[in-house]
């Protein structure tokens, strides 16, 4: 079955670096779009990052354009997420995600909200203080 393991969270002053992973295991790694979303309590879950591990294909929202990296180790089957000039507003538990990659018509795409990925890690906690 599925699973995926986030970890690397932590507290770090704002204009640090932080990176998390996302230890996936279960599946064929290729066959999968992993992503990165984040939530703050009353607040909507929020795509930061998603890439496709076959193909290598990145989207990132504009939201955190230059900020985020998205990056596989597919002989480790682990998705890093490196958040550099961390605010304060980046507060938030940090999840990864995993949907097929693969479209009803043979194409590979990105999905990009919350609802369409059906496998989900436990989240890890990014604190970011001023």
């Known amino acids: 079955d599925v699973q995926l393991q986030a970890s690397g969270g932590g507290l770090v002053q704002a204009g640090g670096s932080l990176r998390l992973s996302c230890a996936a295991s279960g599946f064929t790694f290729g066959d999968y779009v992993i992503a990165w979303f984040r939530q703050v309590p009353g607040k909507e879950r929020e795509g930061v990052s998603y890439i496709d591990c076959g193909d290598g294909n990145i989207h990132y929202p504009d939201s955190v354009q230059g900020r985020f990296t998205i990056s596989s180790d597919n002989a480790k089957n682990t998705v890093f997420l490196q958040i550099d000039s961390l605010k304060p507003e980046d507060t938030a538990v940090y999840y990864c995600?995993?949907?097929?990659?693969?479209?009803?018509?043979?194409?590979?795409?990105?999905?990009?909200?919350?609802?369409?990925?059906?496998?989900w890690g436990q989240g890890t906690l990014v604190t970011v203080s001023s």
């Open positions: 995600a995993a949907v097929k990659a693969m479209g009803r018509w043979g194409l590979r795409r990105i999905l990009v909200e919350a609802d369409e990925y059906p496998y």
